[in-house]
C-alpha cells in the first residue's frame, strides 16, 4: 500500500517509489503539509514546523495560546477568511454576503486504485501501474458544505495527483468564488521557480527565476490555457541542474483558464498553488450539489530537471494519453496548409498526394478550406459541409482516390468557432459567446460558439460526424484559432454566468468524448492556433498537439526544448516545411529541417510537388530513417544536452532506448566560424559498461558519457548531425 495511515495521530503519508509526500490533521483539526520530497521512513516530519507568536498573525478562536496561526502554518489546503493572509485556495461567499471561512478535518477513506473524475481528464492507472487514492474530507466550521481532496498515488509512476469536489450539504447556497487544485507549501529553503512563458509563434519559452518574497504568477484568462503560460511550471533547488538536485513539477490537466502561482511570506515559506483561475469564475452551488476543480499531477526529483521531465513523459504517454494511437505507430503525415493554403481544389490535393505517396507518407491531411464558403479566413466557420464545387468532386471520391494511392486521410476542423459570414451565424446569431448590449471581440474575424450549451454541442456535433461518416478518414485536426471572450451564455441565469468558461471546457471534453467513443480508431491531433492549448488536459482525448505555427527549424529548437519539460516528444506536432520560411524567411537546410521535425511526431507541411528531384530522394530517405527510429523517438528517455538559451553555438539532444541499447544523437549547429575547435558531446543515460559502435568505431558508454563524442565539423550554417549509436553484440 502505498498510503501509510497513523490513525492515531492522523499522519498521512504517500509513498512512490522515490517520493515521500505527509500531512497531519493536527488537534484543531487543521490539515497541515508536513513533508514533499526524498523518500524516506515515513516518520512524522512535523517536528519541522515552529510554533512562535507572530506579531500580526492571528489565533483560531479555539487555539489555546498565541503559539498558533494559520498565517504562518504550512497548510494543505488554505481557505480565505481563516486569519491566513497568505493567497489561498479556496474562497467561498455564503448566501448571507459573508466569506470568511475556516475548514477542519472530519473524515478520511483509502481506496484501492485511481479516482477518476466525472467528466475531466485525469491520469489513470493501468494494469501495470499501482495505484491508490486517499480522499481526506474536510467540513466549513459553519457547517454548510464538504471539502473532498482527493490524492491518487501513482507509485511507480512517481506521480502524485489531486483533484478537489466540494459539496454543499446545507439548505443554503454558497458561490464558490476560488477553488484551486493544488496547495503546497514549503518551509525551508530557497527554490527557483521554472515557467514557460511565450505567444502565438512562440510558444514555451523556459524560463527560471528565483522565487522572491510576495506573489510569481503565471495563468491564462483566454478560455483556452494559451499559447502565453503553460499550465506546467517547476519547482528547484537554485543549485538544481539537468542532472542534479531537487525538483518539484505541477501540471494541471486543464485546457481552460488557469493560475499558477509561487507566495514566499514573510517567514522565507514558499507556498505553490494552481488551480483554475478565479478571474471568470464563480460557481454558485445550490443544495446537495457539486463542483469537481479539475486535477493537478505532481511529480519529485532528486536528480534534475532531467529525470523530472521523464517522470512526466512517461505518465503522459502511457497513462494519460488513450485509445489505439498510445502505442500504434501514428503515420508520417503531409499536410496541406503551408504548401497551399486556402488555393486548392480536388485535382491538386490529389497531385500533391501521389507525389507524397512516392517519398513514403502515409497519410494526407486537407487542412483549412475544404467546407461551406472558405477561400480566406473570414466566412464559412460553422458551416461544416463539404464545398463540393471547390473540391470538384465529393469527399468520398476525394478520400477513396486519396485511398487508391496508399495514403490515409485526414482533415481539419474548427468546431469552437464561427465566422458571421456563415449560414450557422445567420441562423442562430445567439449561439456565440456574447455579452448582452456590447459588440463581441472579434478576432481572426471570427466568434466562438457558446459550448457550454449542449444544444450547439449537438448541432456541430452531428455535423461533423455528417463529414466524418461520408468518407474514410482516419485523421481529424481540431483547431481553434482565437482567445475566448465575451464569456456569456443566454441559457444561464445572472448568478451562474461565472461558471460559463468552467462549463464551456466541460463541453468541450464532453464533445471530444463523443468523438473518440464514435471512431475508437481516429488519430486526432490537437491545435490551437499552434500551441495555444497544449496542455495535458487536451493529451486525454488527442495524443498529439501541433505544437507551434512556427515551423521555422530554429525557431522550434527553443519551443520543443521549452516544451520537453512537461510533455513527451510523441505528443508534439512538428513538421518539415519549405524554405524561406514562412514565418521567419529563415533558410535552413532540409536535413536540419528533418532533424527538428523527427524530434516530434513527424511530418511534412509543403507543396511536394515543387520540390526538386534531388530533394525528394533525401526526404524519401528521411521518412525511411523516422520509421526505423521510431520506438527509440516516441517512447525512449528524452535528454536534453544543451540549453538553447546559455548555449548559441550549438544545440543537442538524445534518445535513448529503454535498455540502454541504443541512442540517437541529435544537434544542430548554430552559429559557423571558420577556423574553429571541434565540438564535442557529452552523451547521457548510456550505460557505463556497454561497448558502442557509432560508424563501426567502439566506444565504452563510460567515454561516451564522461569524455563525450567529437561531434562532426558543421559545413554550413545551422548543418545537423543525427548520430546514431547501437550496443556492440
Ligand atoms: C492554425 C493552425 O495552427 C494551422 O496549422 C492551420 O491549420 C490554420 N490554423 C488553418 O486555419
Known amino acids: 500500500m502505498a498510503i501509510i495511515l497513523d490513525e492515531k495521530k492522523l499522519l498521512f503519508t504517500l509513498l512512490t517509489n522515490h517520493s515521500m509526500y505527509q500531512m497531519k490533521a493536527d488537534r484543531y483539526g487543521a490539515l497541515l503539509h508536513t513533508y514533499y520530497g526524498p523518500k524516506g521512513i515515513p516518520f512524522d516530519y512535523s517536528y519541522l514546523i515552529t510554533y512562535a507568536d507572530h506579531g500580526f498573525s492571528g489565533n483560531p478562536y479555539d487555539a489555546e495560546n498565541r503559539l498558533y496561526s494559520l498565517d504562518v502554518l504550512p497548510q494543505e489546503y488554505p481557505v480565505y477568511g481563516s486569519g491566513d493572509y497568505r493567497s489561498t485556495a479556496l474562497k467561498v461567499r455564503y448566501d448571507d454576503g459573508t466569506n470568511a471561512c475556516e475548514l477542519r478535518y472530519l473524515r478520511h477513506e483509502i481506496q484501492e486504485g485511481k479516482y477518476s473524475l466525472c467528466g475531466l481528464p485525469a491520469v489513470y492507472a493501468s ?19 464538504y471539502v473532498h481532496l482527493y490524492y491518487g498515488v501513482m507509485e511507480d509512476l512517481d506521480l502524485i495527483t489531486r483533484a478537489v469536489r466540494i459539496e454543499n450539504h446545507s439548505d443554503n447556497t454558497i458561490y464558490l468564488e476560488q477553488v484551486l487544485s493544488t496547495c503546497v507549501d514549503f518551509q525551508h529553503g530557497d527554490y527557483d521557480l521554472h515557467t514557460f512563458y511565450g505567444r502565438h509563434v512562440k510558444e514555451r519559452t523556459h524560463q527560471r527565476v528565483p522565487v522572491s518574497h510576495g506573489v510569481q504568477s503565471v495563468g491564462s484568462t483566454r478560455g483556452a490555457s494559451s499559447h502565453q503560460y ?27 483558464d488557469f493560475l499558477a502561482l509561487s507566495d514566499k511570506d514573510q517567514y522565507n515559506q514558499t507556498r505553490i498553488l494552481m488551480g483554475i483561475h478565479p478571474g471568470n469564475f464563480c460557481y454558485r452551488l445550490d443544495p446537495s450539489e457539486s463542483f469537481l476543480a479539475p486535477e493537478t499531477a505532481m511529480a519529485y526529483s532528486a536528480n534534475g530537471l532531467g529525470a523530472l521531465s521523464r517522470i ?6 502511457n497513462n494519460l494519453c488513450r485509445g489505439k494511437y498510445k502505442t500504434s505507430r501514428r503515420p508520417v503525415l503531409l499536410n496541406s496548409w503551408e504548401g497551399v493554403y486556402f488555393d486548392f481544389d480536388g485535382q491538386k490535393l490529389i497531385d500533391m498526394a501521389r507525389e507524397a505517396a512516392d517519398i513514403g507518407v502515409e497519410l494526407f491531411v486537407m487542412d483549412d478550406g475544404w467546407f461551406g464558403k472558405r477561400d480566406l479566413d473570414v466566412s464559412g466557420l460553422g458551416d461544416w459541409y463539404v464545398n463540393e464545387t471547390k473540391l470538384g468532386c465529393s469527399l468520398k471520391e476525394l478520400s477513396d482516390e486519396i485511398h487508391s494511392l496508399g495514403l490515409q486521410f485526414g482533415i481539419w476542423f474548427e468546431p469552437e468557432c464561427v465566422n458571421e459570414d456563415s449560414n450557422l451565424y445567420r441562423e442562430h446569431p445567439d449561439w456565440a459567446l456574447r455579452v448582452p448590449g456590447k459588440e463581441p471581440v472579434r478576432s481572426r474575424d471570427q466568434l466562438v460558439l457558446d459550448f457550454s450549451r449542449e444544444d450547439v454541442r449537438e448541432y456541430i456535433t452531428k455535423q461533423m460526424f455528417q463529414v466524418l461518416d461520408s468518407a474514410r478518414i482516419e485523421y481529424v485536426k481540431w483547431d481553434l484559432n482565437r482567445s475566448i471572450s465575451d464569456i456569456y451564455s443566454a441559457l444561464l441565469p445572472a448568478d451562474r454566468q461565472g461558471e460559463v468558461a468552467y462549463r464551456y471546457v466541460l463541453g468541450l471534453y464532453n464533445m471530444l468524448e463523443k468523438l473518440i467513443t464514435r471512431y475508437p480508431d481516429l488519430l486526432i491531433e490537437g491545435c490551437c492556433g499552434g500551441g495555444g492549448r497544449f496542455d495535458p488536459g487536451m493529451l486525454y482525448y488527442t495524443p498529439q498537439i501541433w505544437c507551434s505555427d512556427d515551423t521555422d527549424a530554429i525557431e522550434r529548437l527553443t519551443i520543443q526544448y521549452g516544451s520537453s519539460f512537461g510533455y513527451p516528444i510523441s505528443t508534439m506536432g512538428s513538421h518539415v516545411s519549405k524554405c524561406p520560411n514562412e514565418q521567419t524567411h529563415r533558410n535552413t537546410p532540409l536535413e536540419t529541417r528533418a532533424t527538428v521535425a523527427m524530434s516530434g511526431t513527424f511530418g511534412y507541411e509543403l507543396d511536394v510537388n515543387k520540390m526538386s528531384p534531388e530533394e525528394k530522394a533525401v526526404v524519401t530517405e528521411q521518412i525511411r530513417e523516422f520509421k526505423k527510429h521510431y520506438d527509440l523517438i516516441q517512447n525512449g528517455d528524452y535528454y536534453r544536452l544543451t540549453n538553447p538559451k546559455d548555449n548559441p553555438d550549438f544545440h543537442g539532444w ?49 567515454a561516451l558519457m564522461n569524455g563525450g563524442y567529437l561531434l562532426p565539423f558543421a559545413q554550413e550554417e545551422y548543418e545537423s548531425f543525427r548520430i546514431h549509436i547501437v550496443e556492440k553484440r
Not at 495505484?131 to 474536510?138: G, M, Q, R, S
Not at 499550465?231 to 513539477?249: H, I, K, N, Q
Not at 535498455?659 to 547521457?684: F, H, W, Y
Open 230 to 256: 503553460n499550465p506546467f511550471f517547476l519547482l528547484s533547488r537554485p543549485e538544481a541542474t539537468e542532472d542534479t538536485g531537487d525538483c518539484y513539477g505541477f501540471s494541471f490537466l486543464y485546457s481552460g
Open 127 to 145: 494494469n501495470d501501474t499501482k495505484a491508490d487514492t486517499l480522499i481526506i474530507t474536510l467540513e466549513d466550521t459553519r457547517k454548510r458544505f
Open 312 to 317: 512526466y513523459h512517461k505518465a503522459y504517454r
Open 654 to 702: 538524445e534518445f535513448v532506448s529503454e535498455d540502454g541499447s541504443e541512442a540517437l544523437l541529435c544537434t544542430v549547429a548554430l552559429q559557423i566560424s571558420p577556423n574553429a575547435s571541434r565540438r564535442c558531446m557529452r552523451l547521457k543515460g548510456l550505460c557505463p559498461d556497454k561497448i558502442y559502435l557509432i560508424d563501426d568505431v567502439e566506444y565504452p558508454g563510460s
